[in-house]
């Protein structure tokens, strides 16, 4: 049996999270959905009333039977955020979201990041997104970091990355995250994206899809390294966002590449460094990506697809062609049911991701880093 305290936390984060999936949900409605006592559901409302968290909006109408009309409950705007920030080698953007979701500022930077002085150029970039993000009267909750390479968020670790140049273990929570005044969680690029549909979406249907982050980078380092080019793939499964067997999910290599090496198809690093100019070389990339994303769909039965970063900037019918690679991969008489769709998050998803990440923490069961004890003492 949990400890009571433990219970009724848990009980003050599933009530903060139906609030967030449905503004203007009333008390009564919290207790039916929850499948908790109506008395409970007022004690833990009170309470978040009290700490600034929810609010009671304008009361709604009545029930055909009559009696007191229900009063809405909404989070407040006024009470915290939360921030997120892309790095990327030589640059990074950040933004600021409150707990509805709502954007409240976007920060963006020049940097240079080396392994050797990565823990110093991410403590900088941290703190300078914080002061330009700065909400009066309001508290930071935490910080979402996305980035690419092989990234295990519950160690806060970076065992590897191609994109910032590094080769060995690299413990973030430690270097980074433990000198901050306030919580800090990094994870993979790519699964940061899935994490801010998720917290974005509020849909709960929303349980099985994949989210395929495709960047071009231009600055010499990318270009030389990888071709400019960078893929991930965030995997969602019955609601969560898959961290694979040893924490490394959200890596891409096309399945068409042979031998080992940092090119991620199976193109030469000279092709994918002009897609933006070679319709061509374009073409070739969204058809590969397309062929992989195809054998995981219909091998994984996903109900969406989410196309995020810089692939429908450069011009490319995507969605049509991972429709028709979709078709041909699939061997049964019925049609697939996938919906294909370009995320509203665009070149910011990483970030919005990260925040999300944050967002999705907070309004979970689990004690999240940076959210106060809801429940108080019983």
């Given at each position: 049996?949990?400890?009571?305290?433990?219970?009724?936390?848990?009980?003050?984060?599933?009530?903060?999270?139906?609030?967030?999936?449905h503004?203007?949900?009333?008390?009564?409605?919290?207790?039916?959905?929850?499948?908790?006592?109506?008395?409970?559901?007022?004690?833990?409302?009170?309470?978040?009333?009290?700490?600034g968290?929810?609010?009671?909006?304008?009361?709604g109408?009545?029930?055909?039977?009559?009696?007191?009309?229900?009063?809405?409950?909404?989070?407040?705007?006024?009470?915290?955020?939360?921030?997120?920030?892309?790095?990327?080698?030589?640059?990074?953007?950040a933004?600021?979201?409150?707990?509805?979701?709502?954007?409240?500022?976007?920060?963006?930077?020049d940097?240079?990041?080396?392994?050797e002085?990565?823990?110093?150029?991410?403590?900088?970039?941290?703190t300078?997104?914080?002061?330009?993000?700065?909400?009066?009267?309001?508290?930071l909750?935490?910080?979402?970091?996305?980035?690419?390479?092989?990234?295990?968020?519950?160690?806060?670790?970076?065992?590897?990355?191609?994109?910032?140049?590094?080769?060995?273990?690299?413990?973030?929570?430690k270097?980074?995250?433990?000198?901050?005044?306030?919580?800090?969680?990094i994870?993979n690029?790519?699964?940061?994206c899935?994490?801010?549909?998720?917290?974005?979406?509020?849909?709960?249907?929303?349980?099985?899809?994949?989210?395929?982050?495709v960047?071009?980078?231009?600055?010499?380092?990318?270009?030389?390294?990888?071709?400019?080019?960078?893929?991930?793939?965030?995997?969602?499964?019955?609601?969560?966002?898959?961290?694979?067997?040893?924490?490394?999910?959200?890596?891409?290599?096309?399945?068409?590449?042979?031998?080992?090496?940092?090119?991620?198809?199976?193109?030469?690093?000279?092709?994918?460094?002009?897609?933006?100019?070679?319709?061509?070389?374009?073409?070739?990339?969204?058809?590969?990506?397309?062929r992989?994303?195809?054998?995981?769909?219909?091998t994984?039965?996903?109900?969406?697809?989410?196309?995020?970063?810089?692939?429908?900037?450069?011009?490319?019918d995507?969605?049509?062609?991972?429709?028709?690679?979709?078709?041909?991969?699939?061997?049964?008489p019925w049609?697939?049911?996938?919906?294909i769709?370009?995320?509203?998050?665009?070149e910011?998803?990483?970030?919005?991701g990260?925040?999300?990440?944050?967002?999705?923490?907070?309004?979970?069961?689990?004690?999240?880093p940076?959210?106060?004890?809801?429940?108080?003492?019983?």
């Amino acid at each position: 049996m949990p400890r009571k305290g433990l219970e009724t936390t848990g009980n003050a984060s599933r009530i903060l999270r139906a609030v967030y999936q449905h503004p203007r949900i009333s008390r009564v409605a919290i207790a039916e959905r929850l499948s908790l006592d109506k008395s409970t559901v007022t004690h833990q409302v009170n309470r978040l009333i009290q700490r600034g968290i929810i609010e009671e909006i304008e009361e709604g109408n009545s029930s055909a039977k009559g009696g007191r009309r229900p009063i809405h409950l909404s989070l407040s705007k006024r009470y915290g955020y939360c921030i997120g920030v892309e790095l990327q080698v030589e640059s990074w953007v950040a933004v600021a979201v409150d707990l509805t979701g709502e954007v409240l500022g976007e920060a963006r930077g020049d940097c240079h990041i080396e392994a050797e002085s990565l823990a110093d150029t991410a403590l900088a970039i941290l703190t300078e997104a914080q002061a330009r993000l700065r909400q009066e009267g309001r508290s930071l909750l935490g910080i979402g970091v996305g980035t690419g390479g092989l990234v295990n968020l519950r160690k806060s670790f970076i065992h590897f990355s191609v994109p910032l140049g590094i080769t060995a273990p690299f413990d973030f929570g430690k270097a980074v995250a433990s000198r901050l005044e306030v919580p800090c969680l990094i994870e993979n690029d790519a699964n940061c994206c899935a994490w801010g549909e998720l917290a974005f979406d509020r849909s709960e249907d929303l349980k099985d899809f994949i989210f395929a982050l495709v960047e071009f980078r231009k600055d010499p380092h990318s270009l030389g390294k990888y071709g400019g080019l960078g893929v991930g793939f965030g995997i969602v499964l019955g609601g969560k966002v898959h961290p694979g067997a040893h924490g490394n999910a959200g890596e891409f290599r096309s399945a068409f590449c042979e031998g080992r090496g940092n090119l991620q198809f199976s193109l030469p690093r000279e092709d994918l460094a002009r897609i933006d100019r070679d319709r061509q070389a374009l073409e070739k990339v969204s058809d590969e990506l397309a062929r992989n994303v195809a054998m995981l769909v219909n091998t994984m039965d996903f109900e969406r697809v989410f196309i995020g970063g810089d692939l429908e900037s450069l011009g490319v019918d995507f969605p049509g062609t991972l429709r028709r690679r979709l078709e041909e991969n699939w061997m049964y008489p019925w049609p697939k049911d996938v919906k294909i769709l370009n995320s509203n998050l665009r070149e910011r998803a990483v970030a919005f991701g990260a925040a999300g990440m944050i967002l999705d923490r907070l309004f979970s069961g689990r004690s999240a880093p940076g959210w106060p004890e809801a429940s108080g003492p019983s």
